[in-house]
């Protein structure tokens, strides 16, 4: 499994992690402003982050719309346990074999010690 170019959402901190997390793996990544209806023709998957099932209005209408779109789809919590939540990441990596994903989620995010953590056990290389 490779991922070829991570997408974020340009001035959101969570971003800039994920950023900084995909320079030291060497993944291409490429902030977007773009809206939700521009982003079905140039990613092929969408991870949304989040804690507790709480989830930005913003996230949640781009989520949405790229379900409509049938872009595949995975949910993470950030707080649940670690080992199964990367378990069940990788294997949707393998079965959905994104090379162009957005990955979304809230500033609050990027300081939650469980994300350094979560990345870790990410096979995405």
């Keep these: 499994m490779k991922i070829d170019n991570i997408y974020v959402i340009e001035n959101n901190k969570f971003g800039k992690a994920i950023a900084a997390w995909a ?4 993944i291409q ?3 977007t402003i773009q809206k ?3 982003l079905s023709e140039i990613v092929d998957g969408v ?3 989040h804690e507790n099932h709480d989830f ?3 996230d949640l209408e781009i989520e949405q719309s790229l379900d409509k779109k049938n872009i595949a789809i995975h949910k993470v919590d950030i707080n649940g346990t670690l080992v199964a939540t990367n378990s069940n990441f ?3 990596l393998d079965r959905n ?5 957005l990955i979304l989620g809230d500033d609050n995010i990027s300081e939650n010690v469980n994300l350094d953590k979560f990345l870790k056990g ?3 290389q």
Excluded: A, H
């Design 47 to 49: 991870v949304l982050f």
């Design 36 to 38: 939700k209806n521009d």
């Design 90 to 92: 990788n294997m949707w």
């Design 56 to 58: 930005s209005k913003e």
């Design 122 to 124: 990410i096979d995405g």
């Design 97 to 101: 074999r994104p090379s162009n994903l």
């Design 23 to 26: 320079e030291d793996k060497r």
């Design 29 to 31: 990544v490429t902030f």
